[in-house]
């Protein structure tokens, strides 16, 4: 198994909490009186070994943002890397009809597996039952369609678990200081995404007394983001922490924060930029953590969907079936950390 996906198997095992792992070989400097034999095999499975040609279609939205554009460009480096893999990428497009009609495409040419990120889930629920009633497995990516049965597998992000860590961390800074005044720099209000973010970042912060005080909302872009904080900053005389919800969206933030001359606070990103992570490193802005909402999800999605097609399956598991559903964490990045995470980090 290569490194990276190594390294992604520690996140893919986050959604696998109630999957059993298998035990490899462990064996104990302490003798011990139970002599029986161990519950089960070790799982084994050589994952990278060249095996049939695999065709995989790809379909995902605009690369319009950062994090966008480094969920197609991840999606085309595994693909890279396996000499077996043949994948179909089709143009980026935020029009739900073209995306249709790409999928439609990759059915009729009778392509192994499909790869979609959906513009919107819902409207492409139909087309994908379609392409899983006739026989071609479709991993979902980010975005669930309406009805579970149109894909054999879907990876997400954690949106809930964004707002959660967010909403941790920053009660933990803040160690019981319960005037605290905590703001917080939403994406577009309508979006479920953003509810879920909201709704986990709220719970959090209940946990530990604390409630948000100032909210704005903005639109996911620079120009959005730097806006929304203008308003924030000039409603709120006096704020502890901010968490914005998004990396690209903070660019805007942070110009705006510069241009107030405010820094009696501490921020909280979230997705993961690599120049978010940067300045975290640097330790030299309000900024000081950022929350992980994972890129590499259609890269899993092409590397799963090579999996399936070969029966192949998750080594480390004892199931000798790739899961139903693989849902990716959403882990807090600090200057103590940063390291860790920089190399699946999107340029903003």
Known sequence: MSAPLRRRRVALLGVAAAATLALSACTSNTPSDDDSPAAGPAATSDNDATGKTVTIGFSAPAADHGWMGAITKAAVAEAKKHPDVKLVQAEGTNDV??????????????????????????????????????????????REFSDPNAARVTVLGDNYGMGVSAGAYICGKLDGKKDAVVAEIAGIDSLPLTQDRSKGFSDALAKCGLEVSNRVAADFTVQGG??????????????????????????????????????????????GSANVMRDIKKDDTVLKATVVYPSTQAADGV??????????????????????????????????????????????
Do not use: C
């Open 97 to 142: 009809n073209l995306q249709i009609s790409q999928i439609e495409g990759f059915i009729n040419d009778k392509v192994d597996a499909i790869v979609v990120l959906p513009f919107d889930g819902a409207a492409l629920t139909g087309v994908a039952r379609k392409a899983m009633d006739a026989g071609i497995p479709v991993i979902n990516v980010d």
């Open 226 to 271: 730097e806006q929304a904080a203008a308003n924030l900053l000039q409603a709120a005389p006096h704020i502890d922490a901010i968490w914005n919800h998004d990396d690209d969206q903070g660019v805007g933030v942070m110009a705006a924060i510069k241009d107030a001359g405010r820094d009696e606070f501490f921020m909280v990103g979230g997705a």
């Open 303 to 348: 590397a799963l969907a090579r999996m399936l097609v070969q029966g192949k399956a998750l080594s480390d598991l004892v199931e000798v079936e790739v899961p139903r559903k693989v849902q990716l964490y959403a882990p807090v990045v600090t200057k103590d950390n940063v390291d860790q995470y920089m190399s699946t980090a999107f340029e903003s």
